[in-house]
Nanobody
Framework: QVQLVESGGGLVQPGGSLRLSCATS????????MDWYRQAPGKQRELVAT???????NYADSVKGRFTISRDNAKNTLWLQMNNLKPEDTAVYYC?????????WGQGTQVAVSS
């Protein structure tokens, strides 16, 4: 079955960096677009970044210029490099894909940005 497992979250000071990863299995990774979402306490889950099958990225305005989404089709892995982190980036981050009209989510990884 499809599995998405995030890792790499943690506590970081403002201005710091983290790199999230999402290890996938159970489907042909290279055939599907992938996304990163996040959900802050008391807020709705929001789309952070998307990467197409061909590797073209798109970003939410709030993270543009600071975050970079990438994928390694040989390793079936999705990445999110987050630089210049701000307190408002604090959230649980989830990787996501949609396959045959079904949404798949990982368990999430917590990112906390605080001094």
């Amino acid at each position: 079955q499809v599995q998405l497992v995030e890792s790499g979250g943690g506590l970081v000071q403002p201005g710091g960096s983290l790199r999230l990863s999402c290890a996938t299995s159970g489907y042909i990774f290279r055939l599907y677009a992938m996304d990163w979402y996040r959900q802050a306490p008391g807020k709705q889950r929001e789309l952070v970044a998307t990467i197409t099958v061909s590797g073209s990225p798109n970003y939410a305005d709030s993270v543009k210029g600071r975050f970079t989404i990438s994928r390694d089709n040989a390793k079936n892995t999705l990445w999110l490099q987050m630089n210049n982190l701000k307190p408002e980036d604090t959230a649980v981050y989830y990787c996501h894909t949609r396959r045959t009209l079904t949404d798949y989510w990982g368990q999430g990884t917590q990112v906390a940005v605080s001094s």
